[in-house]
Every structure is written in C-alpha cells, then in structure tokens.
C-alpha cells in the first residue's frame, strides 16, 4: 500500500511539472510571435478621430519582396503588392515624403514570410500586420504618423 502511495504522488509530480513546462513553453512561443516594437505600438498615441474633411489616398506601387525559403523549398518565391495610404489633406504631403522609408519598413516585415506563410494570410491580415508594423516604427521614433492606415491595393504572392 504504501508503495501504490509513492508511485501515485510520484506520476502525479511527473504530470504536473510536464503541464507546467508545456505551459511556460507556449507562453515563451506566444510571446516571441509578436511583432517586433509591439509594445511600442500599444504606447503609441491614440488613432485620430474621424474629420469632416475628404479623405486623400497616396499609393505605393510596386513593393516586391522576395519571401524567406522554407527548410525544403529550393525555388525562390515573391510577393508583390500595392500599398494605398489613407490620409486627409494636411497629411498628404509628409505621407509622400515619407514613401521611401514607408518602402522599406514595408520591405522588411513583408519579406519575413515563407510562402506557406504568405499563401496563408488573407489581405485584411497583411493590411493589419503593416499597420502595426508603421505604428511600431513610427513610435519608436516618436514622430506622428501621417496617414491614418494603410490599405492594400493588390496582392500576388507566387
């Protein structure tokens, strides 16, 4: 009897630190999948409310990225998309002066992604995932962002 005792506490004792560490494993995963300048993002300042002014759109064409190999792929594979940037009038002009650094940042979180990973994301989660990568960017270097969201006018991934 005392023995069962032992072996029922000691498989107990097992199931519990293994729930434990399966647990502190995907809280670690979660937090690591988050955008870089993520907490930046949450700081920044709150979005603009709406104005009675016509909104301005500023596009950026053309943003192709050549998208990261996937541990078995060999062909190289890219993404092209246009960007269109929503601003209102008082906007317009600092949103296209900032269209190249706007390239870049676009360039480098688009270009992140596997296929798999880019063949899977719908435009509404690219379009997101851009915002917060601007807001991210923009926090960091403590400048107001121009434009109130970015919109995507097309996307090929092949």
């Known amino acids: 009897m005392n023995s ?15 729930g434990g560490t399966a647990g502190g494993a995907m809280w670690w995963m979660k937090s690591q999948e988050a955008a870089p300048g993520a907490q930046l993002a ?20 053309k943003v192709i ?3 990261k190999r996937g541990p078995d792929e060999t062909k190289t594979h890219y993404l092209s998309t246009d960007l269109v940037l929503a601003t209102d009038a008082k906007g317009e002009k600092p949103t296209k002066e900032h269209l190249p ?12 992604y596997t296929l798999a990973q880019a063949s899977a994301m719908t435009v509404e989660q690219v379009a997101a995932q ?4 601007f807001d991210a960017n923009y ?3 403590e400048r107001e962002k121009p434009f109130g969201e970015v919109m995507i006018g097309k996307l090929i991934v092949e």
């Open 130 to 133: 851009l915002n917060k990568t």
């Open 4 to 18: 069962k005792l032992k072996i029922l506490i000691g498989v107990l004792a097992v199931v519990l630190v293994g």
């Open 42 to 61: 949450a700081k920044a300042a709150p979005k603009k409310e709406k104005s009675d002014e016509p909104s301005k759109y500023v596009t950026l064409d």
């Open 101 to 112: 650094l706007l390239r870049a940042i676009a360039v480098r979180a688009l270009s992140s």
């Open 65 to 67: 990225v050549m998208l």
């Open 139 to 141: 926090a960091s270097e």
